[in-house]
């Protein structure tokens, strides 16, 4: 599976491939207009996003700061390993990110981002079809990216002729050491069809953004997966992973669960 990749990139990757990053110049939302993103800002993501779109892994890395770190553990050598292998299992992503907010400080920005992102990829010789949308906060100091926390994630991959169209119930966070359900439901009758499927729980580390757990399959009485979790009691932040799998096709979906933090 691809998607403990996915995460780094998605949240630096700040633009779209198909002309850079929303404006939101002057959308109401009830009685208030936002501004546009300042031009400085927006230049300096377009750039960033050029870099991406062109794959130049080089001139990306450039846009982050020697002493890069986030929430998750990752520095800068860390992020050019899980872009690398990324663009060689995707090498057609698109994606369009949001500056939801932003705060200039002295030496340059505070921000908040939504990213959507799509493209087309392969699992064991398999296509797939990716889906992903996260939201992060970064800090930019002299125009380079020196923090970031991913507050929300979720991707889907799916293949076959008609994978299982699935509701996905997993709340974003939870305290420490609270219990959690995990429901997910398949939408299609199975008939006599079989489903085979397993959850998965990771510590979101630099040692799982690069290394994927193996998937124990079971079969599957019930139309899903219905779980109870706890969270552990330390603060952090896991990938709650699920995979599906009937004779139409499969589906693998990863949320991030925050514990303990707001």
């Known amino acids: 599976m691809t998607r403990s990749y996915l995460s780094a990139f998605l949240a630096l990757t700040l633009a779209t491939s198909s002309g850079g990053i929303s404006s939101l110049t002057a959308q109401a939302q009830g009685n208030v207009s936002?501004?546009?993103?300042?031009?400085?800002?927006?230049?300096?993501?377009?750039?960033?996003?050029?870099?991406?779109?062109?794959?130049?892994?080089?001139?990306?890395?450039?846009?982050?700061?020697?002493?890069?770190?986030?929430?998750?553990?990752?520095?800068?050598?860390?992020?050019?390993?899980?872009?690398?292998?990324?663009?060689e299992e995707y090498p057609t992503l698109t994606y369009r990110t949001t500056v939801n907010r932003w705060k200039r400080h002295a030496t340059g920005w505070d921000?908040?981002?939504?990213?959507?992102?799509?493209?087309?990829?392969?699992?064991?010789?398999?296509?797939?079809?990716?889906?992903?949308?996260?939201?992060?906060?970064?800090?930019i100091v002299n125009g380079q990216i020196t923090w970031q926390d991913?507050?929300?994630?979720?991707?889907?991959?799916?293949?076959?002729?008609?994978?299982?169209?699935?509701?996905?119930?997993?709340?974003?966070?939870?305290?420490?050491?609270?219990?959690?359900n995990l429901d997910v439901i398949v939408q299609e009758p199975l008939g006599e069809s079989l489903l085979l499927g397993t959850a998965i729980v990771q510590?979101?580390?630099?040692?799982?953004?690069?290394?994927?757990?193996?998937?124990?399959?079971?079969?599957?009485?019930?139309?899903?997966?219905?779980?109870?979790?706890?969270?552990?009691?330390?603060?952090?932040?896991?990938?709650?992973?699920?995979?599906l799998i009937r004779d139409t096709g499969k589906i693998l979906m990863t949320q991030r669960l925050r514990i303990g933090q707001p």
């Open 150 to 180: 991913i507050t929300s994630e979720q991707t889907k991959m799916t293949s076959g002729s008609a994978p299982p169209t699935v509701q996905f119930n997993l709340p974003t966070a939870v305290k420490l050491g609270q219990d959690y």
């Open 34 to 87: 936002r501004p546009a993103v300042p031009t400085e800002l927006q230049a300096l993501i377009q750039k960033i996003d050029t870099a991406a779109n062109q794959r130049d892994l080089a001139a990306l890395l450039e846009f982050y700061a020697p002493s890069f770190s986030s929430t998750d553990g990752l520095n800068r050598e860390i992020l050019e390993k899980v872009i690398k292998r990324l663009w």
């Open 111 to 139: 921000i908040e981002l939504t990213t959507t992102i799509n493209g087309k990829g392969q699992f064991q010789e398999q296509p797939l079809t990716l889906e992903s949308n996260l939201s992060s906060r970064q800090k």
């Open 203 to 243: 510590p979101i580390t630099p040692e799982t953004y690069l290394k994927s757990p193996p998937l124990k399959l079971e079969l599957l009485p019930a139309g899903g997966l219905f779980k109870i979790g706890r969270a552990p009691n330390q603060a952090g932040s896991q990938w709650i992973s699920i995979a």
